[in-house]
């Protein structure tokens, strides 16, 4: 017999599901069925298969032995795990999804710096994690040929190790060229006939502060406590290394989920029979945690990096995502606490969230990476001289002044619905808004009436796949419009995205078991 089965573009043309139909909505069109991303099962295969290891796992350390330990995976990867064994206990009720959150919760703990004896770029040993390539500034030490070091150049572009730096003789014995190659990036930055006398023209510190922040960010320290005529560097070759910091959103994106669930075991008496002991031990971690950022919070509700922090916007303003990606843990713990000053925190975040953000002619919300009003967003210039810049890395910088794309957007509205929730910031106006956001700039269809995402909260360029998994990250906004989880699960259908499939890196792997979990909570 003929095959008259339909084709997929059929199939993709098919009228929308339930969720649309139950909701009163206009139908969006359902897609294959081949894979149920609201089944239980679906979730816990794939958990499984992410326990049985690859980069993101809780053994898996961000030391120097390790490059995707080093990138934060344990925020970009595991958090989503814990975050989705969380949503998933919420939804089924089944404490085999809190008892599996222990197991990996405890593996993250394990390897906080203090527990592991290593140290942060100030030479501390903190309770939290550390990362450094590819988002630390670069150093590499040129020395003369005792191995006195002489200068030291910093590179602020992301991915500083990938930089190679070549020392010649330069056209004068006293004099030295260098040049630095970045195959990253593929950039490559060339000085001819520096030195290191501080009265010269040439004056290698001056010459590229000068030039500063170029196509490498480069800039230069003279690490010599007494200058001495004719010194020059060993020629060779040199490669950067990166200092640890210790980053307030991979620290609120890991300890998020973990303190939500010392707020859910501390709010009911039958767990607290079972888990108090964890919930306790959690509460405390997490508190000494976020109190490792105390320095770089200001009272207006935002954190900044401070000046000589080895990152290439040391001294501004942190993006508005990793400011609040600390407050999501920080309304867990004005839940399980009722710490005054946590409340005080969370409030003074939501005021700068809302202070973000803006109307758009369809009602919905609009708003930028960087905050308005800041250094980056506005710009900054040099002022001469490297005490009085705002930037010791990057003397000038800016304006940069793009949307937030959906991925980082997803954390502020994480954020934001979970403060609404705590009664510690917004209104139900604004969570009616965030909604609208996501339905009408985010979501859209192509010419065929097939979904389709755009990369930013403003509608701007339709994104890959890739942008689409991101999608169920939004559904904190669905309790305002049940068309956020319809138009989640069409993108999924319409994508279907596996880990096996597409290859996916495990940091895509962690993103799409939260993802999973969300599409089953809300459905």
């Known amino acids: ?177 260098v040049q630095l190659v970045n195959t990253f990036n593929n950039r490559t930055v060339t000085h001819t006939d520096l030195s290191l006398d501080p009265a010269s023209p040439d004056y290698a510190v001056s010459r590229i502060y000068a030039t500063a922040p170029g196509p490498l960010q480069l800039t230069a320290i003279d690490r010599r406590a007494v200058p001495r005529a004719g010194d020059v560097p060993q020629p060779g070759s040199y490669t950067m290394h990166c200092e640890p910091v210790i980053f307030a959103v991979h620290t609120g994106m890991i300890t998020y989920p973990i303190a939500s669930f010392a707020r859910i075991v501390l709010g009911s008496p039958v767990l607290r029979r079972r888990y108090l002991r964890k919930a306790l031990e959690y509460l405390v971690a997490c508190r000494e945690a976020v109190a490792v950022h105390d320095w770089e919070y200001r009272d207006g509700g935002y954190l900044i990096w401070p000046k000589s922090q080895p990152l290439a916007y040391d001294g501004c303003e942190q993006p508005i995502n990793q400011s609040v990606g600390l407050g999501q843990t920080l309304v867990e713990l004005a839940l399980a606490t009722r710490d005054r000053e946590y409340r005080k925190k969370v409030a003074a975040m939501g005021r700068m969230l809302a202070g973000q953000v803006t109307v758009d002619a369809g009602d919905a919300y609009l708003w930028h990476y960087w905050p308005t009003g800041g250094h980056i967003y506005d710009g900054f210039v040099k002022t001469g001289d490297p005490e009085t810049d705002v930037s010791i890395f990057t003397p000038s910088g800016g304006p940069a002044r793009q949307f937030e794309d959906i991925s980082h957007g997803a954390i502020d509205v994480e954020f934001a619905v979970r403060a609404y929730r705590a009664r510690l910031a917004f209104a139900a106006q604004d969570m009616a808004r965030i909604a609208r956001t996501f339905t009408q700039n985010v979501v859209t269809t192509d010419a065929d009436g097939l979904p389709v995402i755009h990369t930013t909260v403003a509608g701007t360029t339709v994104g890959a796949p890739s942008v689409a998994q991101q999608a169920p990250r939004w559904m904190q906004a669905n309790a305002w419009d049940p068309q956020v989880h319809a138009q989640c699960l069409a993108l999924y259908n319409r994508y279907q995205p596996t880990p096996e499939r597409d290859g996916q890196q495990a940091i895509g792997f962690g993103w799409l078991l939260a993802n999973v979990a969300y599409l089953n909570w809300a459905s």
């Open 1 to 177: 017999m003929p095959d008259i089965r339909p084709s997929r573009r059929a199939v993709l043309r098919l009228t929308a599901a339930s969720a649309v139909a139950a909701s009163g909505l206009t139908a969006i069109p359902a897609y294959a069925d081949e894979i149920d991303y609201t089944a239980r099962k679906t979730f816990d295969d794939w958990d499984r298969l992410f326990q049985q290891g690859g980069p993101g796992q809780p053994d898996q350390p961000n030391d120097n032995s390790n490059r995707d330990g080093r990138s934060g995976m344990l925020a970009w990867s595991q958090s989503y795990v814990l975050l989705g064994l969380v949503r998933m206990y919420e939804k089924y009720r089944d404490t085999h999804y809190l008892d599996r959150l222990i197991d990996n919760a405890d593996q993250v703990l394990a390897v906080r710096d203090n527990k592991r004896g290593v140290k942060d770029y100030r030479g501390l040993s903190l309770p939290a994690w550390r990362a450094d390539h590819p988002y630390t500034t670069g150093y590499a030490t040129l020395a003369d040929g005792n191995g006195q070091p002489l200068l030291d150049l910093r590179e602020a572009l992301s991915y500083a190790e990938d930089t190679t730096i070549t020392v010649t003789t330069g056209a004068r014995p006293d004099t030295f060229s």
